[in-house]
């Protein structure tokens, strides 16, 4: 079956988000009275996979491996089968 | 009333992802059998608004106007209460 992991990786609290300041920055310019502006990123893997549970497994691995710093980055997983 | 809205800004169909396309590489190096990859980014914002649907409008003018490039981006909004 195929599957579409979606690997959500954003930033551990504590850290600074220069991208997610500078958003807050240029929005409040704009007039919108914001009061925080995080930003993180989704990785959409199309994988095959035997069930659900496997395939989560597998993204789990990806994120430990490659796509999540362990130092500064937390990471939410979700599975979805493929229309 | 506080909410976060989250904008999800990701690439048209049709447009090379080369974040995406590295990232496949890199989890296919790793063995991992992978069909595709793309990269969205999510822009988490927090902001003071009346309701959920002022705060929804609010979140389309945003991503209109700064978050996401009408010739080359998506974006889906979801707006959660805070809590």
């Known amino acids: 079956m195929k599957y579409c992991v979606k ?3 954003s930033l551990k609290p504590g850290h600074t988000d ?3 300041n500078t958003t807050q920055r240029l929005l409040k310019e704009l007039g919108y009275n ?3 502006v995080s930003v993180s990123k989704i990785y959409n ?3 095959e996979s035997q069930n659900s ?3 989560k497994i597998k993204a789990e691995e990806m994120a430990k491996r ?3 710093n362990p ?3 937390n990471y ?6 493929q229309k």
């Open 7 to 9: 690997i959500e990786v």
């Open 18 to 20: 220069p991208e997610g």
């Open 34 to 36: 914001v009061d925080s």
């Open 45 to 47: 893997v199309q994988i």
């Open 53 to 55: 549970r496997e395939a």
């Open 66 to 68: 490659l796509l999540a």
């Open 71 to 73: 130092t500064k980055d």
């Open 76 to 81: 939410t997983i979700k599975v979805e089968e």
